[in-house]
């Protein structure tokens, strides 16, 4: 089974409007954490956001926010007022467990998103 | 600080050659890993070390081996390539104590085998 998935191959969004990537994941680990990175065409893993499993609050990093439901186990990324050079790649990942136990980062297949002038 | 470092940045290779893919890290890191990104799919982890002398398999080990006798690098070698090997390869690494930090990638290498 999928342990991350992200159901949208590819997104159109207009400059300055808002855009959501969906991102659900599957686990039995109470400790995991969530992240999303943006992947231009340039090649580089760039990291946007991170949310902890036990965290209350929905992460916020700029125009970047993680909608984390943790029920539905979804962490959705939305970026507001998209820009022009938002057009990457964009992938969730879910480390599962902790690191110094072996933990791991597990990798979506990615959203491709276009931002529209 | 040069962050994580991968060489070379790009090789093409015919069947049943071997070769070495150097990563380093000067954050003393006590994590590393490597990927391989195909295209349309997001990252597979090939292997992964907790501190020197220690590695492990993560989903698509098959040929390919590791070894860490450092804290700073991680080569990950292809003993004999193979088509399906063609792939671009990301390394990266983190703190073993790190839960909200992110992995810190490498450039990667764009690898073509022929």
């Known amino acids: 089974a999928q342990k991350i998935t992200q159901t949208q191959p590819g997104m159109f969004v207009q400059e300055k409007e808002a855009v959501t990537l969906d991102c659900t994941y599957d686990t039995s680990d109470p400790s995991y954490g969530l992240f999303w990175y943006k992947q231009p065409s340039s090649g580089e893993m760039i990291f946007l956001i991170y949310q902890g499993s036990y965290d209350q609050q929905n992460a916020t990093e700029g125009r970047y926010s993680l909608n984390f439901q943790k029920a539905r186990k979804s962490a959705n990324l939305v970026i507001s007022a998209s820009q022009l050079g938002d057009s990457a790649m964009y992938f969730c990942?879910?480390?599962?467990?902790?690191?110094?136990?072996?933990?791991?980062?597990?990798f979506g297949q990615g959203t491709e998103l276009s931002v529209k002038p | 600080n040069a962050g994580v470092t991968q060489t070379p940045k790009f090789q093409v290779l015919k069947t049943g050659q071997s070769m070495t893919l150097q990563c380093a890290q000067d954050?003393?890191?006590?994590?590393m890993s490597w990927y391989r990104q195909d295209p349309g799919m997001g990252l597979r982890l090939i292997h992964y070390s907790v501190g020197a002398g220690i590695t492990d398999q993560g989903e698509v080990p098959n040929g390919y081996n590791v070894s860490r006798s450092t804290t700073e690098d991680f080569p990950l070698r292809l003993l004999s390539a193979a088509p399906s090997q063609t792939s671009v390869y990301f390394c990266a690494s983190t703190p073993l104590a790190g839960v909200g930090e992110t992995q810190y990638f490498g450039p990667g290498t764009r690898l073509l085998v022929l």
């Open positions: 954050m003393n890191h006590e994590y």
């Open positions: 990942a879910m480390r599962e467990g902790l690191y110094n136990q072996g933990g791991k980062l597990i």
